[in-house]
Structures are given as structure tokens and as C-alpha cells.
């Protein structure tokens, strides 16, 4: 059974940090981009940040660039989502995804796999 399962989310004051993890199990992706979507309350889930297979290239979109990073480990079959200077507004769900293919993509119907969400909340 293939999974994604994501973690390092929680409740931290503006200006902080966190580093959110999405491990997969049961396929490797390592041919497969992956990306980070968020979902606050009452809207819909947005691409925030993709990485090609080997981390040749990463995509963030432009809202949040400076602040988010991604990386994979593709030894650990695991993808990271760094974010600094958190504001308030940052407050959503956090959801891991694995793309079709090789693609990255601002799109959730390119995506395959999908992780249960991790709660990130900002208090200002």
C-alpha cells in the first residue's frame, strides 16, 4: 500500500520556524516530482512548492519565496517543506503529493498520491 504520511506541523508564534516532513512508503518516487500544497480554512488547496526527481530543479510560488524551501532525500523516500518567518497568514494544512510523472505541477489533478495533512497554525 503506498502511502505519504506527513509531519512536523504544530503551533508556533510569527517568526518562527518549521520543518515539515512527508515520508513515503510502499513505492519509491525518486522518478516522480513532488509537491508541497497547503489548504487554509474555507479555500481551496494550493501548490506552494514542487521538486523535480533528484532535486534538479524546485518550484515556489512567488507568495511565498525566500520564506519556503524544498528538498527530497530520496534515500529516506522522504520530501521536506522548510518554512521561516512564519506569519498568520501561513495557517492551513500542509499536504505532501506525488506527481504522475516527472512534471511539477501547480496542479492537484497532476498528482497521484496524497498525504492525510499535517496543521500548521501561526499565532501573531
Known amino acids: 500500500q503506498v502511502k505519504l504520511v506527513e509531519s512536523g506541523g504544530g503551533l508556533v508564534q510569527a517568526g518562527g520556524s518549521l520543518r515539515l516532513s512527508c515520508a513515503a512508503s510502499?513505492?519509491?518516487?525518486?522518478?516522480?516530482?513532488m509537491g508541497w500544497f497547503r489548504q487554509a480554512p474555507g479555500k481551496e488547496r494550493v501548490f506552494v512548492a514542487g521538486?523535480?526527481?533528484?532535486?534538479?530543479?524546485?518550484y515556489v510560488v512567488e507568495s511565498v519565496k525566500g520564506r519556503f524551501t524544498i528538498a527530497r532525500d530520496d534515500a529516506k523516500n522522504t520530501v521536506y517543506l522548510t518554512i521561516n518567518s512564519l506569519r498568520p497568514e501561513d495557517t492551513a494544512v500542509y499536504y505532501c503529493?506525488?506527481?504522475?510523472?516527472?512534471?511539477?505541477?501547480?496542479?492537484?489533478?497532476?498528482?497521484?498520491?496524497w498525504g492525510q495533512g499535517t496543521q500548521v497554525t501561526v499565532s501573531s
Open positions: 521538486i523535480d526527481p533528484s532535486g534538479g530543479s524546485t
Open positions: 510502499g513505492r519509491t518516487f525518486s522518478n516522480n516530482a
Open positions: 503529493a506525488a506527481s504522475r510523472d516527472r512534471r511539477t505541477s501547480y496542479y492537484t489533478g497532476a498528482y497521484a498520491y
